[in-house]
């Protein structure tokens, strides 16, 4: 496939005519999915999927188009000249582009990430031995992600990725159950073993009269599925330049010097460990990293092509939120959390989060599965759920009493327009408190 992109890009360049500017990129994917129900096997399939895109730039105009690739080299080269064809058409009637920045320095590079996985079947049937009696449902994804970038200016780049996302939930009966989910670049079946004994354990609580607890504030745990959902909404605005320079970032005060997170809290993108490639389709070269928290303080915003020509910043990310976000880890061990916790709540995940006030980073959700009240260290009983609305410059500021040692790489389920390479590695919090609404 590599091969192949950088030939077809080298026959369109060579009829790139006067001071035009040609962009191809080309993304895509080969991969396996198995959806389960009740730990059955209901439907398994692989997708194969290659999508070519043509940015043709003269002066301060741009056009973009793409189109799917069959493989098939002479007809992938009609189709992409035809698309040229049609985007040299548009160029002439379309405005001039403000922001229009792309790189003139070319580059060139290449970069593989992951293992190749064991075949779908295999990991398949290894979890549905391991689960055999349990009510699971979920959804098993692999293979191999890719993109490539070359341009009339000299780029050439090509990224690769292998990776698998195990995304699954046990049912005891009705709305009980527990969630849980299994992501990474090497494939390590011990991992799902031991997360299925825990299941079990947590099954085996559930069954047990749930607790419902009244509305206050209450010492907590938030497991990394739960400080997921956090740094989900703290993404949209928290990061971004435009939304810092225009002032609609929740993260204003910090970025102002007014409020701060505690010490402890620093908050990287991780362009180096991440699924995504380390170059912007503009031909942008990425840092390895760009730290937008460093010990409770704000630090860099990420500049994504189109910000960086606005504000005459330098460009260090694709888009204007993570695509690797990680969260540093701390000194409590994953086996004392519940010693450290004490007495008090155990929150395996939230969902429907959304912001309650911006203006003060504070946050609404809801617990769900795998919520639990702890006595004297001890898991006892499920919680019912509870709506939560609490900023995040407390639960990460002044009730933070520490982070786990060991953290979990989360990879994204999403596969609206393919699989998505969106990552976070994040531990889990200690809080002296969390503030439950209803």
Not at 370 to 387: A, D, F, K, L, Q
Request: with cysteine.
């Amino acid at each position: 496939m590599q091969e192949a992109f950088f030939a077809l890009a080298d026959r369109l360049r060579s009829g790139i005519a006067g001071q035009e500017v040609l962009f191809c990129s080309l993304g895509g994917e080969v991969s396996e999915f198995v959806r389960l129900n009740r730990n059955r096997i209901r439907q398994a399939g692989q997708v194969r999927t290659v999508r070519l895109g043509l940015n043709l730039i003269h002066g301060a105009r741009q056009v973009e188009g793409s189109c799917n690739l069959s493989g098939e080299p002479r007809s992938d080269l009609e189709q992409a000249r035809w698309l040229l064809g049609r985007l040299r058409e548009r160029l002439a009637h379309v405005p001039e582009d403000p922001f229009l920045n792309y790189s003139t320095d070319p580059s060139e590079g290449q970069r593989q990430m992951g293992d190749p996985c064991p075949p779908a079947e295999e990991a398949v049937a290894e979890l549905i031995a391991a689960a055999r009696g349990m009510d699971l449902v979920g959804i098993w994804a692999s293979g191999e992600m890719f993109e490539g970038l070359a341009s009339s200016i000299g780029h050439r780049h090509w990224h690769r990725s292998l990776s698998f996302n195990l995304d699954w939930s046990c049912f005891l009966e009705a709305d009980k159950g527990v969630k849980a989910g299994c992501a990474g670049l090497h494939w390590d079946a011990t991992r799902v073993h031991r997360r299925l004994r825990v299941m079990r354990e947590e099954l085996r609580v559930m069954a047990g009269s749930a607790r419902t607890i009244a509305p206050g504030r209450y010492r907590a745990y938030l497991a990394p599925a739960a400080v997921q959902e956090l740094m989900d909404l703290l993404a949209d605005g928290g990061f971004d330049l435009r939304s810092h320079r225009t002032c609609q970032t929740p993260l204003l005060g910090l970025a102002r010097g007014e409020r701060e997170l505690d010490a402890g809290v620093s908050i990287c993108e991780e362009h180096g460990r991440g699924l995504t490639a380390d170059f912007t389709a503009q031909g942008f070269l990425k840092p390895a990293s760009v730290v937008l928290v460093e010990k409770g303080r704000y630090g860099r915003c990420l500049v994504d092509a189109r910000d960086g020509k606005e504000y005459g910043e330098a460009v260090n990310a694709a888009t204007d939120a993570p695509e690797s976000l990680g969260l540093d880890p701390g000194d409590i061990p994953l086996a004392e959390v519940l010693r450290r916790l004490d007495r008090g709540l155990y929150i395996g995940n939230l969902w429907y989060g959304n912001w309650s006030d911006s203006n003060d980073c504070r946050l609404t959700g809801m617990t769900r599965f795998g919520t639990y009240w702890v006595e004297n260290g001890e898991i006892v009983s499920p919680v019912n759920v509870m709506r939560f609305d609490d900023s995040l410059y407390h639960l990460l500021g002044d009730r933070l009493e520490g982070l786990t040692r060991e953290r979990e790489l989360i990879l994204s389920a999403d596969t609206y327009e393919g699989r998505s390479t969106e990552s976070s590695l994040l531990p889990g919090l200690l809080v002296s408190g969390i503030e439950l609404a209803l």
